[in-house]
């Protein structure tokens, strides 16, 4: 989850620039669908849902397969947290990270269409039961899971993301095992999910947080898009952060 994958074949021609933001925005869609589709259809369902555990490891399995699926062809970041962290590490050109941010908002946003187009089409009422519910959308204090207000939001989202980044950089850096890159990453991922959901629902990703804050927005749930400024924004400087300590502090490579 850093460059595409490079072959030693000079017969394979590398992927292109498209194919890379194609590849991107599937991925982005693919864990906005599993992971925000878990937690709208399947987490609260009484008896049987499977709870904030099932969300967390469905955000994690998301990642981890679409790394496999999608990042020989892109790298596979479907974050643009991540994708500034690389950039900032050094592992990213800055000049192709624009692209890449706008594949993943839209791929984001393709995932969340493809959840509402399915209550939409579901028992009556469920398009806006969920929206009411928030649609897996983010939020702190009154919308908090736990009440957690905006500077716990913050830390959280700040750290998580930076430790996300370093290891996303240690997985994938040139000493490491690649093949079990993905696994250590949604596992990863998991474990934020599991630290952070009762906090602010868990972002670490501004492309989630819009996509779902815009099905909430549209469904009676307002507050979603008045407090995304906190998971576009802390998320992409804990990027940042965690970028720069990897390739200024803890290694360069």
């Not at 990270?97 to 028992?123: D, E, N, R, T």
């Not at 629902?201 to 989630?208: D, E, F, G, H, Q």
Request: net charge neutral; aromatic share 10%; hydrophobic share 55%.
């Amino acid at each position: 989850m850093s460059n595409p994958a490079k072959s030693n074949n000079p017969a394979v021609k590398a992927p292109g620039q498209l194919e890379r933001l194609v590849a991107e925005g599937l991925g982005t869609m693919w864990l906005v669908l599993g992971g925000c589709g878990t937690a709208i259809f399947a987490a609260g369902v009484e008896n049987v849902g499977v709870g904030w555990l099932g969300v967390a490891l469905a955000f994690g399995l998301t990642v981890l397969t679409g790394a496999y699926a999608f990042g020989p062809v892109s790298g596979g970041h479907f974050n643009p947290a991540v994708t500034f962290g690389l950039a900032m590490a050094g592992r990213f050109p800055w000049n192709k990270a624009p692209g890449y941010l706008i594949a993943q908002f839209v791929g984001g946003l393709v995932g969340s269409s493809i959840i509402a187009a399915i209550l939409a089409l579901g028992p009556a009422g469920a398009l806006a039961t969920a929206g009411a519910g928030g649609f897996a959308s983010n939020g702190y204090g009154d919308h908090s899971p736990q009440g957690f207000g905006v500077g716990a939001a913050i830390i959280a989202e700040f750290v998580l993301t930076a430790v996300f980044v370093i290891v996303i950089c240690g997985a994938t850096a040139k000493i490491a095992n690649g093949a079990l890159a993905g696994l250590a990453i949604g596992l990863t991922l998991t474990l934020i999910h599991l630290i952070s959901i009762p906090i602010d629902n868990t972002s670490v990703n501004p492309a989630r947080s819009l996509a779902a804050a815009v099905y909430a927005a549209a469904n009676g749930s307002g507050w979603a898009m008045e407090q995304l400024w906190l998971f576009i924004l802390v998320p992409l400087v804990g990027g940042l952060a965690g970028g720069a300590l990897w390739r200024y502090v803890i290694k360069q490579n």
